[in-house]
């Protein structure tokens, strides 16, 4: 068993807002070498890659496609209850496979060297909800290049959880978990959503006409996935319809936790860090890299669970990496690793129970404020704001009262 | 109609099939299936000289045929990378059957290289629709006169076994430039023909072997008048390496130009690697042309006012990735250098080393 490693002294929460962009105390010019020390290792693998990544990514592709032909094929006789299971477990697998180990990774440009259009990360396309292009540009760009950045970088929490202490309390976030599980069951929504910034929305920021195109696009999509799986595959099995029907709902929502649980694991374990956009405004490619290390999490376990988290699980090489093909990154992580412990830098990794169990922890623990009295003052402003509609005063007059 | 009764049904199989389409579940059962990409399988290699290779490829149902003359990309996947190279195909036209390439190994073609050492039956390489207003005419006309020299002379062989096959029977000739009697390609074949139709001409030069030939040296007007039928009078189709095709040009002035159809075969050559501030940088796609700087072709092509795609402009999230058609660039991250034609690049990270087209 793999445990989290702990060369260093617990980070210092010193600094005023709680975050700090240098907690395990590197020089500038251990930052520059560092930065030379994890080039050198890009350089070496992006030199190296050929036939191998290639015979990976289509043999993975190879094994997307039996799966969900056998997959749909057995839903198809879903009537009978192994065929029903069966095909359900396939189609799965299928998806799973589909959106993290080809999907994510394609999409990341990991295999644009090999001049295929099939594998163009530009033009690829997932068997989700989410529409390529908008996934490219919230995660490839915001996510990749902003990790970790509290306000910049929209995967903590998605908008719609608190998994930071930085994201300030409110009561709306007693439902973090509620949330959580709603968000873990319909992930593919979520993350298709994603670029629609809901709680600017909520907020009055922007409003939806200001994101009707991206409105549009996430409707053709989610018209297309939804009439394959809810539609067209049912009609085949005629009378019998809902078998392959419920199948296919039951291997998106597999695919959604599944997904959901790596993901998560991804950034939010004990010990992950947080940065703050001043801080990390002008950061060099040395510091750029540091940030991408504490940020992240890794998974432990075998080949197939590697490949089933879409390398994920290898979260942390993936941060420095984020372009290298994923079947290279269990490679890498041996040198990742022996680079953390020189520097004295953690390599945060761990089993998925116990990586998860953290991040439950999380969300349980963040649905409250940190100290009793916000809780109190929360609730109490929410109450009046409650009464106040009630009583038909307008926004300004709770205010007013505040 | 057959095709009107599938149409509905395979609009709902790619229905099924998306968001990949039916394609890409089709290649997993055999490459050759797909019906939206035209794909060929090798079925016969024959390695004629030990520097060249013959290849005939049996295309897929995507293939809608060639005009003699035209060429065709083929890809090729070596060490996990697609290339693509132009070939002519030197088979008779028509018939919608094999495909016939010839390839010589270029020192520098990696391409070449590969086929001529690895090709086997059973091979599947990528194929693009002909390409090239260098056909032969519909109708065929009354004299033709065929000027080659080298590889130059596969859209030739074309011509001539198109004519041949359909019983042409008005003059014809061939003025064919090769080294020495070893490398001509074709050579039995052409010397069949020959003898098989007293309206060909066949007129060859050995650059390198004076004297062993019909002609001598390198392509002269002189050479013309051994010719049979008249080139004032005949169609002229010439195809060869630049030198040979800039003397062509020379003689067909005043006039005769609209006789003359030229189509340059250059072999595959090392692209000129300049210095980061030097040459030119094409954005193809919005036909604007900027002094190359040495910035990144971002950088670049922002100041020329373009508003390309990108986001971290850091080489991390690729939505700046364009393709680049030719020239060579360095990556500044990596300080790799690459002159590969057809290839993303990253233009965030990217300074063109020379004259650099980018579909921009």
Known sequence: MTTTLQTAPPPSRTAVDGLTTNPYGLTPEQFEQLGTELDAIRSRVLADRGQRDADYIRGVIRAQRGLEVAGRGLLWAGVFPPAWVAGTAALSLSKILDNMEIGHNVMHGQYEWMNDPKLSGKQFEWDTA??????????????????????????????????????????????????????????????????????????????????????????????????????????????????????????????????????FCGHFPEGTHEFSEEETANETRGQWYHRQLLGSANLSGNRLFHILAGNLSFQIEHHLFPDLPANRYGEISVEVREICERYGLPYNVGPLHRQFGSVVKKIGRLALPDSPGTLVRGLGGAAARASGKLLGLGKRSVLALK | MPKLAIRPRLRLLEAAATPHGLDSYLEQVDPLLVLGECRAEVVAVERGTEESVTLTLRPNRAWKGFRAGQFVNVAVEIDGVRHQRCYSPACAEGRGGAVEITTKRHPEGLVSSFLVERAEP???????????????????????????????????????????????????????????????????????????????????????????????????????????????????????????????????????EQRLHVESFVPPTFVPVGEPGEGAISFADSGVEVANTGESLLAQAEAAGLSPEYGCRMGICHTCTCRKRSGTHKNLLTGEVSSAPDEEIQLCVSAALGDLTVEL
């Open chain 1, 130 to 263: 989410c529409p390529a292009d908008q996934w490219r540009h919230s995660h490839n760009y915001m996510h990749h290049t902003h990790t970790n950045i509290v306000g910049k970088d929209r995967d903590i929490g998605y908008g719609v959880l608190r998994m930071s202490e930085e994201q300030e309390w409110k009561p709306y976030y007693l439902g973090n978990p509620l949330w959580a599980t709603l968000l873990a069951t319909f992930f593919e929504y979520g993350v298709a959503l994603h670029d629609l910034e809901v709680e600017r929305i909520a907020e009055g920021e922007i409003t939806l006409a200001d994101k009707r195109e991206l409105l549009r696009g996430i409707a053709t999509k989610v018209r297309g996935q939804a009439l394959k799986d809810y539609v067209l595959f049912p009609a085949l099995s005629g009378p019998l319809f809902v078998f392959p029907l419920a199948g296919n709902a039951t291997a998106n929502i597999v695919r959604n936790l599944w997904s959901f649980t790596i993901i």
């Open chain 2, 122 to 256: 059973g091979m599947v390489v990528g194929l693009s629709p002909a390409e090239g207003d260098f056909q032969l005419p519909d109708p065929r006309p009354d004299s033709i006169l065929l000027i080659g020299g080298g590889s130059g002379i596969t859209p030739l062989m074309a011509i001539l076994r198109t004519l041949f096959a359909e019983g042409y029977e008005r003059p014809v000739a061939l003025l064919y430039y090769a080294p020495d009697a070893d490398r001509c390609i074709y050579r039995e074949e052409l010397e069949r023909l020959t003898a098989a139709h007293p309206n060909f001409q066949l007129r060859r030069s050995y650059t390198r072997a004076p004297a062993t030939g019909e002609l001598d040296g390198h392509f002269s007007p002189a050479h013309l008048p051994q010719a049979d039928p008249d080139f004032t009078a005949a169609e002229t189709f010439a195809c060869g390496p630049p030198a040979l095709l800039d003397a062509v040009r020379g003689t067909w002035a005043n006039g005769l």
